[in-house]
């Protein structure tokens, strides 16, 4: 057994498990969070998404050992004082995401992107830093409006959405 300890969510938490233990399963099982899924475990679907130290990665590719001492970010993380996030807002508002189960990584991707990108987004990028992501029902054009959104939301219409 190994001694697991992270900020999430901007909590201390810790606790012990299998040197194996797959930070995805970590953060389901032992603290509870199930807003993160499990979708192929081989780094392929981007369900699994989260934000490891202000990054997003694929958690089902990272041991929970390896994540120690890390600061990890769940979807359940992004809305502040009862508000959503701005891009959870937009795939609300656009409709971007259909039976919900890829959404949380969508919308963990979406986020370290457009930080990355600092408002310079367009159509074609977007669709570009989504092919980690799988949307089983095809939800792929709502899904860019709500990231192109809000991209302009969150940056003052640096790139208007698509229409």
Not at 55 to 74: D, E, F, M, R, Y
Request: charged share 20%; proline share 1%; aromatic share 2%.
């Amino acid at each position: 057994m190994a001694k697991v300890k992270l900020t999430v969510n901007g909590r201390a938490v810790s606790g012990d498990c299998e040197e194996r233990t797959l930070l995805v399963h970590f953060i389901r099982e032992r603290l509870g969070l199930t807003g993160t899924h499990v979708g192929c475990d081989t780094t392929q679907c981007g369900t699994c998404v989260v934000h490891m130290d202000g990054k997003s990665v694929k958690s089902c590719t990272i041991l929970a050992v390896q994540a120690s001492g890390s600061s990890v970010t769940t979807i359940e993380g992004l809305a502040a004082n009862g508000e959503l996030h701005p891009v959870q807002a937009a795939f609300k508002e656009h409709h971007g995401l259909q039976c919900g189960f890829c959404t949380p990584g969508m919308v963990m991707t979406a986020v370290d992107m457009i930080n990355r990108h600092g408002g310079q987004l367009d159509e074609q990028t977007v669709r570009q830093e989504l092919e980690g992501n799988i949307c089983r029902c095809t939800g792929y054009h709502n899904i860019v409006k709500a990231v192109l959104s809000a991209n302009a939301e969150m940056h003052g219409g640096a790139k208007q959405a698509a229409e």
